[in-house]
């Protein structure tokens, strides 16, 4: 039998922010940061144990990369009552909280839970919370939305707009994607319209194509215009002319350092361009939030892949290795916020011309999926990102490393997620596996209730 021994600590050795490890405090208070202490089952010797390193961070307990046992067998920890052997959670006044629950874990991991097992995740709930995430009250965050309107996007757009006593939408770059980018940009103007922010949120025309390929579009979805189940009238207003990406680096450049939120929720084109064209505009970015990959489920334009991610992977392995705290919204959550005809409902009832829009674009959703797979319900995609902006507790994840796959024969643009820390390699993102579907679904109608 191999038995696997759980060793606390080392908050230095595994260093998952870039050499600044602001856990280190926690891993410390959790593991003891003299002592590392150990779950020990019984039965267990020198030659068959499978020791790992386990490790803390905000978003909970993982097991790190296996390590030598036999400093360990010989350390004098083995005498020190920091090893639990065959013995449950101690009492209260013989640990901290944070302590109980590194144990709790251990035996968790230990008796063979995965790391998704409701036993694992129950045990330590990981709040979504290193980013400096805002909260409800916190100030208003200045966003800027990358978009391929797209019938979720105009979803995401109007909620981002409805929430304006927090996010503070500062302009729309659109992107190809869903549909050419003659039609996205277009589409961003028709939307602010709805929104009655025609002269108070610029809309720029980005990138026509990806980095290296040509275009894929979605329009067998999203329809010929891109925003198929709604009635569009011609933009009341033109957009900028400065180029997508030109006003994304001087804007970012001129930022206060980490002041600008980007909400990704198409094919990331041009914030690759910006990010190739001037590397420094990192400064002025504090966080990327994007709605792509998928990782537990599986693709939407290719088993392997995710539509955004997709189209342009050599964009999306930019993005990623920018530096910058990024979180992903993937088809992992949106599949758990599944519009519903009874979700529709109640946007409809609002009795407001946007409602009365988002449950159109809903219900368009829907119909597609119900043609195509019988099914009366559709992911919800791109308003997953804004959800996360507008309510982060409703949301929890696991920070990780991600790389883009740009060369699979089979599976371009596959999002290849380190979920178990089995690479070594550095994480660069907080991906996020489950929402609060009830929870999201309020804030969205509460968010569109401010509209027109
Ligand atoms: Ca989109």
Redesign the pocket.
Known sequence: MTTTIIIGGGGQQHDDNGGRDHDDHDDHAAAGAASPFCFLPSACSQHDVVPHMITRSPRGFGLDKPIDPMPYFRARHFGSKDIVQNRLIPPDAECSPLRRDFLRTSLALASGASATDPLFTAANPQPVGDNSFPVRGDELRSVIID????Q??AM?ILFALGANKLLDVKAITAVA??VPLPLTERNARIIRDWADRTHSLPVYAGCPGPLQRALVTAADVHGRTGLEGVDLHEPRAPKESEHAVAYLVDTLRAAQPHSITLVA??PLTNLATALIKAPEITQGVREIVI?GGAYFERGNVTPAAE??IYVDPEAARTVFACGVPITVLPRDVAVKAPITPARIAPIRALKKHCGAIVADLMAAEVAYQERRHGIASAPM??PSAIGYLVNPALYTGRKVNVEIETAGEWTLGETVVDWTGRSMRAPNAVWITEVDADGFYAELQECIANLP
């Open positions: 978009t391929d309107p797209g979720d996007d995401a994607g869903n929720i198409g709605m539509f955004n995609y791109d």
